[in-house]
């Protein structure tokens, strides 16, 4: 699954048709695990939060469906904590 950012912001309800859609077709294409690649969402901010609760049905049904979810978080999704120096 590709950066779901621009989707959390604006359309979420197409971020969570995308996760429906591999749940629905899972058994088909043997599907064995989901890999989520970049931000879930484009502000980290908790003014932001909807965002979050836009997509959260997405990880839901992969976790009804017990399919396994590796997110490999982007830079928006977390929040950095330290500098370089």
Do not use: C
């Not at 979050?52 to 396994?68: F, H, Q, S, T, Y």
Request: net charge negative.
């Amino acid at each position: 699954m590709p950066d779901t950012q621009l989707y959390a912001e604006a359309t979420p309800w197409m971020a969570n048709e995308m996760f429906e859609h591999i749940v629905d077709n899972a058994d088909e294409r043997k599907t064995e695990l989901v890999i989520h690649a970049g931000d879930w969402v484009n502000r980290e901010y908790l003014d932001d939060e909807h965002q979050w609760r836009g997509v959260e049905p997405a990880a839901r049904a992969l976790e009804e469906a017990d399919i396994p979810l590796m997110v490999s978080w982007g830079t928006t999704t977390t929040r950095r904590t330290a500098t370089a120096a």
